[in-house]
């Protein structure tokens, strides 16, 4: 069976630019054999400038750590959602592994 990783990555501010990194990160993480949990696609349904539906959006998030196996927080910026589920990821005991932009480039090319 695959491993499931969850992608941890920025989505607010700049999303266009965001969801082509996550587009990457995600690429990287099919190429090593994982499944990667991605829940970006959450933005695409939900308004992420509406608080509410921000929440909905993140706590639908960490639903899915439960069945993740590791963490990937990718890219070099932690923004406060990803730090909501880096701590749920310790309380969880799940591992947390950092992907740098360095990594993938060498892996995947891009930027």
Not at 11 to 36: E, H, M, Q, S, W
Not at 64 to 79: I, N, Q, R, S, Y
Request: with cysteine.
């Amino acid at each position: 069976m695959m491993k499931k990783v969850y992608i941890c990555a920025p989505l607010g501010g700049d999303v266009i630019v965001n969801f082509d990194n996550v587009k990457r990160y995600t690429r990287d993480a099919l190429r090593c054999g994982t499944a990667p949990v991605v829940p970006h696609f959450y933005a695409l349904c939900l308004d992420d400038d509406i608080q509410e539906e921000r929440e909905i959006g993140l706590a639908a998030g960490l639903g899915m750590l439960w069945f993740c196996d590791e963490l990937w927080v990718c890219g070099e910026k932690v923004t406060e959602g990803m730090q909501k589920e880096i701590q749920f990821c310790k309380h969880l005991n799940i591992k947390i592994r950092h992907v740098s932009e360095k990594e993938i480039r060498k892996k995947i090319g891009g930027m």
